[in-house]
């Protein structure tokens, strides 16, 4: 079973920077596509960034384009999220998560595994 914890959350000042991680333990972790997900309050799960197997491909959303890095390392069996120029409205619960494939995937469905979740909230 997959199993995924994310770290790193916290409280910033607008501008400011941090950076998620998210370790996998269970199966071969470099077999997984990766995603980042968030969720405001009184919103639905979003799509942050994903990245492939091999970490060749990516995909971000337009809200987090150029200010955020999706990267992994597959011998730490980690993945990572720097989030930088960081707004209040990247206020959210970040999530990580999983699903065995060699393509990009941008929508909840299509992954199968998740992680409980880390709060980033980012202060005007």
């Known amino acids: 079973q997959v199993q995924l914890v994310e770290s790193g959350g916290g409280l910033v000042q607008a501008g400011g920077s941090l950076r998620l991680s998210c370790a996998f333990s269970g199966r071969t972790f470099s077999s997984y596509a990766m995603g980042w997900f968030r969720q405001a309050p009184g919103k639905s799960r979003e799509f942050v960034a994903d990245?492939?197997?091999?970490?060749?491909?990516?995909e971000y959303a337009d809200s987090v384009k150029g200010r955020f890095t999706i990267s992994r390392d597959n011998a730490k069996k980690t993945v990572y999220l720097q989030m930088n120029s960081l707004k209040p409205e990247d206020t959210a619960v970040y999530y990580c998560?999983?699903?065995?494939?060699?393509?990009?995937?941008?929508?909840?469905?299509?992954?199968?595994?998740w992680g409980q979740g880390t709060q980033v909230t980012v202060s005007s």
């Open positions: 990245i492939s197997w091999s970490g060749a491909s990516t």
């Open positions: 998560a999983a699903r065995r494939g060699v393509g990009v995937y941008i929508t909840t469905d299509e992954y199968d595994y």
